[in-house]
């Protein structure tokens, strides 16, 4: 059984920063690509950021030039750097993984964790 735990949400002040972490455990034999997505009240689940294994990124156009997504392999870890936040981003984040196992590869989700940008 493998999951991701994500760590680092809570509740910040416009313009501020945020650092989320996401730890994949378990029985596993590799992970390819992370992500992070969020959801707000009323809305839709919606891709915020990506990494390929290969540390090729690709983000939401509301977030690029704030946002950074990271991973360090060695710990099975994926990090999403939030920089200038607005209201706007206030969310359940959720980090997301493929992850092969013994049997399969499947698609992982972290249970989420609340960034409330508000003053």
């Known amino acids: 059984q493998v999951q991701l735990v994500e760590s680092g949400g809570g509740l910040v002040q416009p313009g501020g920063s945020l650092t989320l972490s996401c730890a994949a455990s378990g029985s596993i034999f590799g992970i390819g690509a992370m992500g992070w997505y969020r959801q707000a009240p009323g809305n839709q689940r919606s891709l915020v950021a990506r990494?390929?294994?290969?540390?090729?990124?690709d983000y939401a156009d509301s977030v690029k030039g704030r946002f950074t997504i990271s991973r360090d392999n060695a710990k099975n870890t994926v990090y999403l750097q939030m920089n200038s936040l607005k209201p706007e981003d206030t969310a359940v984040y959720y980090c997301t993984a493929n992850i092969r196992t013994s049997s399969d590869i499947r698609v992982t989700w972290g249970q989420g964790t609340q960034v409330t940008v508000s003053s």
């Open positions: 990494i390929t294994s290969g540390g090729s990124t």
